[in-house]
């Protein structure tokens, strides 16, 4: 398996544009998390799923954050409009389970907002 | 709100020596613990995970866990300089929850 694939690696976008970062998970993996990594704030969950069915959104800043996972295999985090102070790396994470076994983390998207 | 406190470091020890990483946890409640390392621009990886209290050793790596003082720790043995990293300490609550990590504690190994 190629593990869990984000994409893209790096985005830089001027303040007030919409952003979409996406992910597919491990296939069989059925749940999925969305991470947020700052240097002030570290990891921070922001959303996760569990059989395509958010669970937990209560990471998520504010209203200009949204997520989707229309099906097993693909999940979107958008950011509209976007702000320089979310900047950071955002990771997607896919699990068997929700917090008992271990989660595998994609490479992350650098997202820089100017 | 659930919360996991770890030094930052940086935490510096000579190669070959015991590096001892520490961790502690709010919610009592928490069932599931993990230790993870993150290499410099790099995403997370699994290192350890551990369940009851006492010890679980895998290779050069061990980790304790004492729910009463909700307190988990990860040792490395034979610290090599590629262990230089950050580990990440990650509590699950049980249920529905999710991971909740701390901030990472930057470990250096001096050659």
């Known amino acids: 398996d190629a593990g869990v694939i984000q994409s893209p690696r790096h985005e830089v976008t001027e303040m007030g544009q919409e952003v979409t970062l996406r992910c597919k998970p491990i296939?069989?993996?059925?749940?999925l998390f969305w991470y947020r990594q700052t240097m002030m704030r570290g990891l921070e969950l922001l959303i996760y799923f569990n059989n395509n069915v958010p669970i937990d959104d209560s990471g998520m800043p504010e209203d200009r954050f949204s997520a989707k996972m229309p099906n097993a295999s693909f999940s979107t985090l958008k950011i509209q409009p976007s702000e320089p102070r979310d900047s950071a790396v955002y990771f997607c994470?896919?699990?068997f389970g929700i917090g008992d076994t271990e989660a595998f983390f994609g490479q992350g998207t650098r997202l820089t907002v100017v | 709100q659930k919360e996991v406190e770890q030094n930052s470091g940086p935490l510096s020890v000579p190669e070959g020596a015991i590096a001892s990483l520490n961790c502690t946890y709010s919610d009592r409640g928490s069932q599931s613990f993990f230790w993870y390392r993150q290499y410099s621009g790099k995403s997370p990886e699994l290192i350890m995970s551990?369940?009851?209290?006492g010890d679980k050793e895998d290779g050069r790596f061990t980790a304790q866990l004492n729910k009463a003082s909700q307190y988990v720790s990860l040792l490395i043995r034979d610290s090599q300089p590629s262990d230089s990293a950050t580990y990440l300490c990650a509590v699950n609550a049980g249920g529905a929850d999710g991971l909740t990590f701390g901030k990472g504690t930057h470990l250096i190994i001096q050659p």
């Open positions: 994470a896919s699990s």
């Open positions: 296939s069989g993996h059925n749940s």
């Open positions: 551990i369940y009851s209290n």
